[in-house]
Structure formats: structure tokens, C-alpha cells
């Protein structure tokens, strides 16, 4: 399953010391790294007018996603939203098909 997980509060973060605050930030783009190498991350983006963003997920239930999530630095010091998405042209094809099967 394919899920988009927008993360958020970044800023309400307790604020670390700049030593820390380095090596969490090193610490969270190994995260985000290996997630996108071994295939659970298909895209990451920041959103341009806040330090918010969003990723296209990959795992196999909502139990899943979580175990993941919560594999990464900043799971408790951020706010997840996690959401199933699905092909837009699988829905556009299902709509079709149901659409034409009333016509008969």
C-alpha cells in the first residue's frame, strides 16, 4: 500500500544544543535516505512556505507504516499524518467501468 505521510511542527520542536542539533539532523537524512534506498520512500518534499513536508510511502498495513515511523529520529519530536492513497487512473478506470455498466 501507498500512503502519503505529511509531517509536521518541525519548528515546535524542543530546541537542541548546535552539536546535537547537527547530529540529529545527520541522523534524520541517514534515516530518510536508507528509507528511500530500500524502496519504503518513494518521494520526499518540503512544503516551500514552512519547514512541513510530505512523503509517498510504501509498506504492507498501517501497522506496518507505524513500525517504520517510528524507526526514525524525530518520531516522538514531530506530528504524523499518515493517509492510503491509490493510482488516480485505477479510481478513473473503476469509475469507468461502473459508469458503462449502467449504460447496459
Known sequence: MKYLVT???FSARKPLPPKEEAAFIEEAKVWGEERRTDGTVDCSYYFLDSDNGFAIMN???????????QTSTFHQQVTWEAKPIIDAFQMVDADLAA???KME
Not at 59 to 69: P, R, V
Request: hydrophobic share 40%.
Open 7 to 9: 509531517i509536521s511542527n
Open 59 to 69: 509498506a504492507s498495513s498501517h501497522e506496518e507504516l507505524f513500525q517504520i515511523l
Open 99 to 101: 459508469a458503462k455498466e
